[in-house]
């Protein structure tokens, strides 16, 4: 499996990152075969949260980690200082309170890639990165990310934190998918437009990209007489989509492969590191992951599918 590098962390993260927002200790049998498979596939990178199943998916991946025996092997992304019903929860108190019950859940005493899940615009930057640096320099952290934090806000921290000495943010996690989106998927969720993926080659910092096939738009499930699913319909049903969909088929239908492959390509063929947050459940679903992975696009190909020029 391809994988790039993140500063700060010495493994590497593969460009498919297993997500776990479904795991429980309840169907700890099924969370076993999902992770067994996806780490014989040569996986080495999972993403999970604070908040996922009430704290469930850490303590899942946590048991499995410790039944295996496996940690220093695998790359684990997960973030904290979500909001809750009071609100913002960006603030020192949140990120040292999830970060060391993320620990424990995980049954370890580092966290790989640790991000800030959401942002609060009335919290400074310097009191976000001075309390991260605490963590990374008592070795609880190894790298930190920003997970649907705006570029100009992650492009503030990282000043900040070049300024002062200290470690900034070194990989983003929004989304990305060929698909564009009308409106954010969850309030306060960040879709990077092409403005964001201008920011992140100039910068060259790591996407790790949620929703990157645009939560089955792509599957051929779906048309603009079925609206059967409300969030797709909220979020990614409009005109220059069903166009995107149908130049994805087309190419894919040229190249021998699926379309959603076509749309996992997209995101993992950018002009700087990007990853793809996959959910595969079952053989099927990884292998076509897997195959999507291996799909070359050109600049060519990519423009194409967004409608800019045609192909020469």
Known sequence: MKSIQIPGVYKPVTTLIQGSDYFTP?????????????????????????????????????????????????????????????????????????????LKRLKTDYID?????????????????????????????????ASNWSKERIQEANEYAARNGLIGFTFSSPNLSLAKANEPFWPGCITADDSDIQWHKEHQLPLLSWSSQARGFFTGLYSKENKSNKDLVRVFYNEENWERLERASKL???????????????????????????????EEELDSCFEGSNIILTDQEIAWLKGEEVIA
Do not use: M
């Open 252 to 282: 894919a239908e040229e190249k021998g492969v699926t379309t959603i492959q076509i749309a996992l390509a997209y995101v993992l063929n950018q002009s700087f590191p990007t990853c793809a947050l996959i959910g595969a459940r079952n």
């Open 26 to 102: 309840s169907k700890f049998e099924s969370v076993c075969e999902v992770l067994d498979r996806y780490v014989a596939k040569g996986g080495t990178t999972i993403d999970t949260a604070y908040i996922y199943c009430g704290g469930e998916s850490e303590e899942s991946i946590g048991q499995w980690l410790e039944e295996r025996k496996n940690r220093e092997d695998i790359v684990i992304l997960t973030k904290g200082a979500h909001h809750d019903r009071q609100g913002a929860r960006v603030n020192k108190e949140a990120i040292t309170h999830d970060l060391h019950v993320s």
């Open 113 to 145: 890639l640790y991000a800030l899940h959401r942002d609060d615009l009335s919290v400074s930057v310097k009191i976000i990165i001075d309390t991260l640096n605490e963590h990374i320099r008592a070795g609880r952290i190894h790298a930190i990310g």
